[in-house]
T-cell receptor, first 113, second 111 residues
Framework: DGGITQSPKYLFRKEGQNVTLSCEQN?????MYWYRQDPGQGLRLIYY???????QKGDIAEGYSVSREKKESFPLTVTSAQKNPTAFYLC????????????FGEGSRLTVL | GESVGLHLPTLSVQEGDNSIINCAYS??????FIWYKQESGKGPQFIID?????DKRQGQRVTVLLNKTVKHLSLQIAATQPGDSAVYFC??????????FGKGTMLLVSP
């Protein structure tokens, strides 16, 4: 079945460590997105990519990095520079312009110990 | 599951009632709106969308109403079921490459 796969679902990290969250899609979508969700908050955009080898910062990009070497993959690295990394991270993709009809993965929960 | 519902506005209804979830959007230039449903511990699921040249759109058991004059969007769910319990988000697109999401409303359906 087509869809977006995020892994791992749960991840624990010690302070000062970088971690990478995986996002893979087999929907043949050009655009991919990373959002962060905190309790009681809406989704906040971290980074997005509309085409391979190109990506743009979202509203809260500080402390995060991404790459888009393949159309299917858009990994997110949470670096030690991110001051408050504990959150639920959501990856999404769409084949439409303007971020319309975003299709989401099941999310990755990162906890910093 | 994920505690995405902490401190969110909450709507409590009885099974079989109709539910109306409201959303105020911020950008008068937005031309596309979308509603998502998010169950605990899962990613958001698409429910229904509407373009700014429409004021109403119907799906299966759901209707979205758009009032551009007051920048207001609503989601109506007919004959609400326990399986409808979730957090509902509205989002808008104002011509950029991304959606802007609201904070969400938790819907609780009692049997």
């Amino acid at each position: 079945d087509g869809g977006i796969t995020q892994s791992p679902k749960y991840l624990f990290r010690k302070e000062g460590q970088n971690v990478t969250l995986s996002c893979e899609q087999n929907l043949n979508h050009d655009a991919m997105y990373w959002y962060r969700q905190d309790p009681g908050q809406g989704l906040r955009l971290i980074y997005y990519s509309q085409i391979v080898n190109d990506f743009q910062k979202g509203d809260i990009a500080e402390g995060y990095s991404v790459s888009r070497e393949k159309k299917e993959s858009f990994p997110l690295t949470v670096t030690s520079a991110q001051k408050n990394p504990t959150a639920f991270y959501l990856c999404a993709s769409t084949g439409l312009a303007g971020g319309r009809e975003l299709f989401f993965g099941e999310g990755s929960r990162l906890t910093v110990l | 599951g994920e505690s995405v519902g902490l401190h969110l506005p909450t709507l409590s209804v009885q099974e079989g009632d109709n539910s109306i979830i409201n959303c105020a959007y911020s950008n008068s230039a937005s031309d596309y709106f979308i509603w998502y449903k998010q169950e605990s511990g899962k990613g958001p699921q698409f429910i229904i969308d509407i373009r700014s040249n429409m004021d109403k759109r119907q799906g299966q058991r759901v209707t979205v109403l758009l009032n551009k004059t007051v920048k207001h969007l609503s989601l109506q769910i007919a004959a609400t079921q326990p399986g409808d319990s979730a957090v509902y988000f509205c989002a808008e697109n104002s011509g950029y490459s991304t959606l802007t999401f609201g904070k969400g409303t938790m819907l609780l359906v009692s049997p």
